[in-house]
């Protein structure tokens, strides 16, 4: 829903990561089968049974995780200029040292988590590339986290809140959700080797090597880089995220809910809504008579014709939905202290986050009348109530329409022939009568003679312009023949004096 311009007479952010630098050994780099490819037996744990530990023949099990005929040691990543991930891998000969804790063969793909598309993912993350860790950082963050690009070309980090039921742009809480949610499955992944490799030795590879993917959570610099590679996936799964905010004009956002006009219900929100914007506080349907009572008799307090009355509050429901049928621009005349800046307020205070307003002084004249002073320290507390009322004329709206009243259709011609001497002139000079025509030519030289006479200055315009401001005033013309002289002009109406 777009915002709310109120104002009535009626007329027609990806994070540039560090170069990092790495010497790589002269030795040449090589692949070397891990000592641990061997037939043996292991235990995994039941998919439907957790408690229940499955004997697993042994065989080859240097498939590794990923299904490859070994796991090199991988012991640190580097970028080039090009931004491509380098694996850079150790060429020591696996002696007990750090990096051959790295090289730690895994049984294929075993159950640690009971939803198989999870347990894939996590598996594949144990490589511990940047892109695949980016992976389960999408796969468990898709309905929280969205990513758009912002102008400079970085990426831009969405968090849905289901608190205020609403996306709000914030890094932290990836960066957070990585640190804290993401890392949470590498300690699951942990305890389950723990308990469930035999082989002592290779446990602590395998430990070592998922507490090496918890240091990298940890990392600014490598979770900067799972980041920027996860928000390849995110930007691939909704490609113009920042368009679909906002941009269904039948939904009304609050922080418990939204509610949906078309519908004419109030329901939970989910991410799919794309909403950004709220007003601010919680959708309450229960109705409070006292404050309703009070929110009407402000409205007749600051317009007592029922006519009038009944227009501006549809005029006002009308806003509730962002697409607009009527091209109406409605400005409230009248001194201060009759009720425009209360209303003003009214509808900020109940619109939150939908609503902006232009300068005050566009509103504002001299003061005619006082209003209670008390008024706007209680509006804030109409907000439920008035949006109750708001959703009620919002349906009369639609299902009358915004018909203008008498006085306001008097109140517009006024402002239109009075912001237009043409038309005022033509008002004042010319009378119906069916049979009538004459050239705008011929019009126009009457018309400068009154301009000047009125005005008390020259008209500075041509016919053209002339011709222009009359059909702005609503007046048709239409090219016809005078004397065998062809020409613009206008039909049912005679030329008359000043």
């Not at 170069?19 to 089968?33: G, H, N």
């Not at 009214?346 to 986050?353: C, P, S």
């Not at 005078?482 to 206008?490: D, F, L, N």
Request: aromatic share 12%.
């Amino acid at each position: 829903m777009p915002f709310l311009f109120f104002q009535t007479i009626a007329v027609s952010v990806n994070a540039v990561l560090p170069l990092l630098l790495a010497k790589i050994s002269d030795k040449a780099l090589q692949v070397r089968p891990s000592a641990q490819a061997s037939s043996r037996r292991t235990n995994r744990i039941s998919p439907k049974n957790p408690e229940q530990i499955v004997e697993h023949s042994g065989g080859d099990c240097s498939g590794g995780w990923l299904g490859l005929n070994s796991y090199p040691a991988l012991t640190k990543y580097v970028t080039n200029n090009n931004n491509v991930q380098i694996n850079i891998i150790n060429n020591n000969n696996y002696s007990n040292n750090s990096h051959e804790l790295l090289d730690a063969q895994f049984s294929t793909n075993s159950p640690l988590f009971e939803d198989t598309e999870t347990n894939t993912v996590v598996f594949k993350s144990f490589s511990g590339l940047a892109s695949d860790i980016g992976d389960v950082l999408y796969f468990l963050g898709k309905d929280k986290f969205a990513v758009s690009r912002s102008a400079d070309t970085k990426d831009v980090w969405w968090v849905y809140s289901e608190g205020y039921s609403r996306w709000i742009k914030e890094t932290n809480a990836a960066e957070w959700f990585c640190k804290t949610e993401l890392a949470g499955y590498y300690v699951t992944a942990k305890d389950w080797v723990r308990e469930h490799t035999a082989d002592e030795k290779l446990a602590k590879q395998r430990e070592a090597r998922l507490d090496h993917i918890l240091k990298q959570l940890k990392n600014p610099r490598e979770w900067l880089n799972i980041m920027h590679e996860a928000g390849i996936a995110f930007k691939r799964n909704v490609p113009d995220f920042e368009a679909l905010l906002d941009a269904n004009p039948a939904i009304v956002g609050f922080t418990n809910g939204v509610y949906d006009l078309q519908a004419k219900e109030f329901r939970a929100a989910v991410s799919t809504d794309y909403i950004s914007m709220t007003c601010g506080y919680d959708f309450d349907s229960t109705a409070n008579a006292f404050k309703r009572s009070e929110i009407l008799l402000f409205f007749e307090d600051i317009q007592p014709d029922t006519k009038e009355r009944e227009y501006l509050q549809k005029l006002l429901g009308s806003n509730l939905h962002g697409e607009k049928q009527d091209e109406l621009f409605h400005i409230f005349t009248g001194g201060t202290r009759n009720g425009k800046s209360v209303l003003a307020d009214v509808m900020k205070y109940t619109l939150g986050g939908y609503f902006t307003s232009i300068k005050s002084t566009l509103l504002t004249g001299p003061m005619e009348r006082k209003m209670d002073k008390t008024l706007k320290t209680r509006i804030k507390d109409w907000r439920p109530q008035l949006m109750l009322l708001l959703t009620e004329w919002y349906a009369k709206y639609k299902a009358e329409g915004l018909k203008k009243t008498e006085t306001l259709v008097a109140s517009t011609n006024e402002y239109a022939e009075d912001s237009n001497p043409a038309l005022m002139w033509f008002n004042t000079c010319t009378t119906a009568d069916p049979g009538a025509k004459f050239h705008l030519s011929e019009a126009f030289t009457k018309f400068c003679e009154w301009h000047m006479q009125t005005q008390g200055i020259a008209y500075r315009g041509q016919v053209k312009t002339f011709g222009k401001e009359l059909r702005q005033g609503g007046i048709q013309t239409e090219v016809f023949k005078i004397g065998g002289v062809q020409s613009t002009g206008i039909r049912g109406r005679i030329l008359g004096g000043l």
